[in-house]
């Protein structure tokens, strides 16, 4: 089945700082989709993907979909410690529609 | 609006006993998941259901099933518990395979 590797698995930022998650795939995906997940919480749908090179941004959270649809990163600028919590990526291949998910960027902010 | 509802959200069983656990998807959402999160773990995707019937399996242990019924509402029965189910099980349920919505998680313990 398809793999979806997500790294880093631990972020630990400074406030104010930027960062990246990545999410990477070996086979074609139809879409990809973003979910943050609070400490104690469910996950809770930020972003869907659809078409090569799309870019959409939420504020201070930009989501990227590579060119070749295999890939896809979610940047953060200006961490703020609201922003604490487990970003997934989750994607569905182009051969069938279970959605699997990344294993999860945990990230945590000093202030 | 309406949220996916889980029940229960707390379960503690013993070893070999058996559990069910259930899901109401928001209305007229068509598909519904089911997945497991083990601690400090991401969601493994079990098993869903498009329009009451089975649409895709994944790591879903023989001793586990699924059903949804007429009303929409699924339940996941867990028969001969071991002490590696317990984890969050979280329902979820979506439109044309669109975002997921999430439940809040329903807690199984198993001693």
Request: proline letters at 4%; glycine letters at 8%.
């Amino acid at each position: 089945g398809q793999q979806v590797m997500q790294i880093p698995q631990y972020q630990h930022v400074q406030e104010g700082e930027d960062f990246t998650t990545y999410c990477n795939s070996s086979t074609t995906l139809s879409n990809i989709q973003w979910y943050k997940q609070r400490p104690g919480g469910h996950p809770v749908f930020l972003i869907q993907l659809v078409k090569s090179g799309e870019v959409k941004k939420q504020k201070r959270l930009t989501f990227q979909f590579g060119e070749a649809k295999k890939n896809s990163s979610l940047h953060i600028t200006a961490t703020q410690t609201t922003d604490v919590g487990t970003y997934f990526c989750a994607a569905t291949s182009s051969n069938d529609y279970k959605l699997s998910f990344g294993a999860g960027t945990t990230v945590t902010v000093r202030a | 609006a309406a949220g996916v509802i889980q029940s229960p959200r707390h379960l503690i069983k013993e070893k070999r006993e058996t559990a069910t656990l259930k899901c109401y998807p928001i209305p007229r959402h068509d598909t519904v998941y089911w997945y497991q999160q083990g601690p400090g773990q991401d969601p493994q995707f079990l098993i869903s259901f498009y329009e009451k019937m089975q649409s895709d399996k994944g790591s879903i242990p023989d001793r586990f099933s699924a059903q949804q019924f007429s009303d929409y509402h699924s339940e996941l029965n867990m028969s001969s518990l071991e002490l590696g189910d317990s984890a969050l099980y979280f329902c979820a349920s979506s439109l044309n395979t669109g975002e997921l919505f999430f439940g809040e998680g329903s807690r199984l313990t198993v001693l």
